[in-house]
């Protein structure tokens, strides 16, 4: 509007009329009695100046016009989109289905620090360090921060000062680290004046405190150059402190393939799997084909639940008895449940299953935790209920939160019976034709197969929830890159994979997998970090689910099931066609022949590249490698 203005005040000062009337400039001249009119010709460009010079009346109220209405557009118009924008944003980019009435924003405000960690503040002032020759992404920094960091360090002593002024400088609370050198710093610390492991509090600069501890740890090993290629800028390390990892010195990073996408419960997603084996994603990939050829994949989480088991001893097994039997009765449970469920809004106490051995009894506390995975909750709630156990029976001492039998990391015969975490079953029908096509095998050799393989050589094996052909690759690559706790997919691998012959003439194939004991969570540990919420968030199970606490954790649990369900049915068609050990040859081998340690980087790059270029998901090879769905 206001250039309109513009272009239409420059079109009646410029036209034809106007001009013709000021370059006929009038003067009256008296002459005696009478005036004699006379009239001047001036040139154009001595108009147009006397134009630009001159204002009037109309002249300043456009302008005036055309500021305020710049005023509004810069103010206020651009202030009401961005609102606009990030109002839709949080809506469009929400967890769960429907809302209903509710503030989003607010809420979303409200666990900004679970749903959004990524929009948590970084340090003011970006250093940086540099470690013998290591290199990283952030080398191409801007120069004025170089320089910012070389006048930083030009007020700085060049040689290290005292151990004893040193002190006195840290200890002054006037004082901020940037007055002591990395040296100086490393020089504290050796003397234990500053523990390592708290840096990062001292020098409130994360990025400077690993930088430190590289150099320390560099002086103590016997090569020098092994942490040339772990990188260790640009990362938020303030994500990581008090929560992920301590001491830390870097991070390793991992490709991260997908798979997909794959049906289920009518939704199509595509799966993140973070893995170093060739060919484990390509050959998930051809299963996730297969199953969306035939309808995609149904599931079912019949069982919601983590569990903490502490050991308590009694002086007697007669007390033993009466404990026992106090916590067998109803009400005595709701006293147990309304002290556990105390400890949180999410913690809810289903059940209390006790094992008793001798005079010690083992209590294994089933509760419910929303979309965390929620041991740090169920402890929580634990350690209430016992307070209120010992209230009644003040004999009784406990030993252990943990009693292993809850049980966590280990394999164990509880978990694949009574369930942990989530047990989730699910299922699909492959037609025959796409058994043929896409898995290059026949429905009857897979059953036969499984048969022999899943259940019968297992049960040789005397095997703990692994009737399965390898339901831990998948679990393992999806919980990597989601931020899920590794050590937990011991348990969360017990799979049992079924396989029956059905339709008409037997020739399609009926499939289900069922784990009763994922350990998953979409909050917490490191679910914050930003790499693996993106991967979450490409599932669309980033954060707690507002309106429903628990969907997005159990959301997880069955896109795992179905991952899993993809692979096995990969793998085994590979088998049942003999493909596997061509696949792995002809895949997954480097043509590097490494015979000595001290092989030179140049060679060790080399393998890594051939490997590079066989993980990479090109057409033509991802083409082999899904047609043979070859993996270990």
């Known amino acids: 509007m206001s250039f309109g203005l513009v272009v239409v005040h420059a079109h009646r000062i410029t036209s ?25 010709q001036i040139p154009l460009w001595q108009l147009y100046i006397m134009r630009a010079v001159t204002v009037n009346v109309e002249q300043v109220f456009t302008c005036v016009l055309a500021l305020v209405l710049m005023a509004k557009f810069f103010y206020i118009d651009v202030a009401d989109k961005k609102r606009t924008r990030f109002t839709s944003y949080n809506s469009e980019h929400s967890n769960c289905d429907l809302y209903d009435g509710i503030d989003l924003s607010s809420l979303l405000h409200k666990h900004k620090d679970l749903t959004d960690i990524s929009t948590q503040t970084t340090p003011k002032r970006k250093r940086m360090f540099r470690i013998g020759s290591v290199t990283s992404e952030n080398s191409s920094s801007s120069e004025a921060e170089q320089s910012e960091e070389d006048e930083h360090s030009a007020c700085l002593p060049k040689q290290p000062r005292s151990l004893e002024e040193c002190l006195k400088i840290l200890n002054n609370p006037d004082n901020v680290p940037d007055e002591l050198s990395n040296e100086e710093i490393k020089q504290l610390v050796l003397a234990k004046h500053i523990q390592s492991y708290k840096m990062e509090d001292i020098l409130q600069d994360h990025e400077r405190g690993v930088f430190i501890r590289r150099d320390i740890l560099t002086d103590k090993l016997s090569d020098h150059l092994s942490l040339e290629h772990l990188p260790f800028k640009g990362y938020n390390y303030s994500l990581v402190h008090g929560a992920c990892c301590e001491n830390v010195i870097g991070y390793v990073p991992l ?119 929620g041991m740090n909750m169920v402890s929580k709630g634990t350690e209430k209920s016992l307070k209120l156990l010992q209230e009644n029976f003040p004999e009784l001492e406990v030993l252990s939160l943990s009693g292993n039998l809850c049980t966590d990391k280990k394999p164990a015969a509880v978990n694949w019976i009574e369930g942990r975490g989530k047990s989730v079953t699910c299922e699909a029908i492959i037609p025959g034709d796409v058994v043929k096509k896409i898995l290059k095998t026949s429905t009857s050799a897979l059953v036969d197969l499984n048969t022999k393989k899943n259940l019968i050589g ?83 199970v980033k954060g707690p689910c507002i309106i429903k606490p628990g969907r997005n954790a159990s959301k997880l649990a069955s896109i795992v099931c179905s991952t899993v369900l993809a692979g096995e049915l990969s793998l085994m068609s590979a088998l049942a066609a003999g493909h596997l050990v061509k696949s792995h040859m002809k895949h997954n081998r480097s043509s590097q022949n490494i015979t000595s340690g001290n092989e030179t980087t140049d060679n060790l790059n080399l393998a890594n590249n051939v490997k590079t270029e066989i993980i990479m998901t090109g057409t033509n090879q991802e083409e082999k490698i899904e047609n043979e769905g070859g993996v270990r």
């Open 16 to 40: 034809d009329d106007v001009i013709e009337d000021r370059n006929n400039q009038t003067l009256l001249v008296p002459s005696g009695d009478d005036t004699v009119e006379m009239t001047h």
């Open 255 to 373: 490709p991260v393939g997908i798979a997909g996408p794959i049906t289920v419960d009518g939704k199509q997603y595509m799966v993140p799997m973070a893995t170093t084996e060739g060919t484990l994603v390509a050959s998930t990939n051809r299963g996730c084909r297969a199953l969306k050829e035939s309808g995609g994949v149904t599931t079912v989480v019949y069982r919601d639940g983590m569990t903490r088991a502490p050991v308590l001893q009694l002086p007697s097994i007669q007390h033993v008895a009466k404990v026992k039997k106090w916590i067998d009765n109803c009400d005595n449970f709701q006293q147990l449940k309304q002290a556990f469920d105390s400890s949180s809004r999410f913690a809810k106490l289903t059940s209390i299953q006790p094992s008793i051995a001798g005079r010690n009894i083992y209590l294994r506390f089933v509760s419910t935790t929303g979309d965390a995975m």
């Open 458 to 540: 297992s049960a040789l094996a005397g095997t703990l929830g692994g009737c399965n052909a390898h339901a831990a690759n998948v679990v393992t690559a999806i919980f990597v890159a989601t931020g899920q706790d590794v050590a937990q997919n011991i348990a969360s691998s017990n799979c049992l994979t079924m396989m029956e012959s059905t339709g008409k003439n037997g020739e399609d194939l009926y499939m289900s997998c069922t784990m009763p004991s994922i350990e998953v969570g979409t909050i917490g540990g490191g679910t914050v970090l930003p790499a693996q919420q993106a991967c979450l968030q490409m599932l669309g």
